[in-house]
């Protein structure tokens, strides 16, 4: 691959606006990090602290290790015992980082598009701190997103003409969001499975839904979703969903994994449930790059720190 710049950017909310080369190089730095690559040389400190308002182990955990790897200060931040539980705003969570010292604020929140108020301060507000979203309600994902194509590049160094299934629950899902619409500007074919009632035919513009046993023996890549059973309030579906049922009908058994291409990959953003969307006994199986995903998410998560530290002059970075 060609030599290609780093990224700069000033906050890291979303996957829509970054363009292929932008991406590409992304995926190039992660992949230098995975390989022992040397992490910049810091002259001034960075102070960054997670706001986790959603429970998360993988993800919360990925990005400390990223920033412990990249030689930042971590600042703890417990959302259960915070000012947010007496009243306080986000913004206002935010400002006080700020004055603190804090440079960074990697967040995830059940609102969608939360960061939209902290990167578009009004006239009259001052807040001047680098914000990573780590997951806001069912609108993005952008990191898991990222450690995705770099696992699918990693395995078959391209992704044009790539054949993607994204199968489940897609309507509540920011993983499948961020995911077709980055798969479709990289020039994979998308493709969508999973029961019609979690589809939204919104999503046609990015891919053909298709009944999963079609799917199975020509995709490139399965990318399975998990059941989101904290987003199904209200959804008279998820009375009676029936795991049996689901696996049965939209999960990947042994028989759907044996008829498989054999080049092809099987994906999940976690947690995985054992024998819904997937087989317990396949969650380590060949195919499976589930763990391959987390041990990526460390190095992209590097990756889109340092974009966001280079484009705000961090640590003397530029």
């Not at 902290?118 to 006239?123: A, F, S």
């Not at 999973?194 to 079609?214: M, R, T, V």
């Amino acid at each position: 691959m060609e030599n290609l710049a780093l990224v700069d950017l000033t906050n890291f909310v979303s996957v829509e606006k970054l363009t292929e080369k932008e991406v590409q190089a992304l995926i190039q730095r992660a992949e230098y990090f995975k390989q022992g690559g040397a992490v910049p040389a810091l002259t001034k400190p960075v102070y960054v602290t997670n706001m986790f308002f959603e429970d998360s182990s993988r993800t919360h955990t990925s990005f400390e290790m990223a920033e412990r790897k990249l030689g930042l200060t971590v600042i703890p931040f417990d959302p259960a015992h915070s000012s947010v539980n007496k009243g306080e705003t986000l913004y206002d969570t935010s400002l006080i980082m700020n004055a603190l010292g804090v440079d960074l604020e990697v967040i995830r929140h059940s609102e969608k598009e939360y960061y939209e108020k902290l990167i578009h301060p009004q006239v009259d507000q001052h807040l001047n701190i680098g914000v990573v979203n780590a997951g806001d309600g069912s609108g993005q994902h952008p990191s898991q997103c990222l450690l995705d194509m770099m696992t699918i590049h990693e395995h078959f160094g391209h992704f044009k003409g790539l054949k993607v299934a994204i199968v489940g629950d897609i309507t509540n899902s920011r993983v499948a969001k961020s995911n077709m619409e980055l798969l479709n500007k990289l020039g994979a074919e998308v493709y969508f499975s999973g029961p019609d009632y979690w589809y939204d035919h919104a999503f046609d513009q990015y891919g053909k839904y298709e009944k999963l046993d079609q799917l199975v023996p020509k995709m490139d890549v399965m990318m399975l979703l998990r059941v989101q059973h904290e987003r199904h309030s209200g959804d008279p579906n998820e009375k009676s969903f029936d795991a049996k049922k689901y696996h049965e009908q939209y999960g990947i058994n042994q028989k759907r994994y044996d008829q498989l291409k054999p080049e092809t990959i099987i994906m999940h953003p976690g947690p995985i449930n054992h024998d819904v969307e997937l087989a317990g006994k396949l969650v380590e199986a060949p195919k499976s790059m589930f763990f391959k995903q987390m041990q990526n998410g460390v190095f992209m998560r590097m990756a889109m720190l340092e974009a966001v530290m280079r484009g705000r002059r961090l640590g003397g970075l530029h």
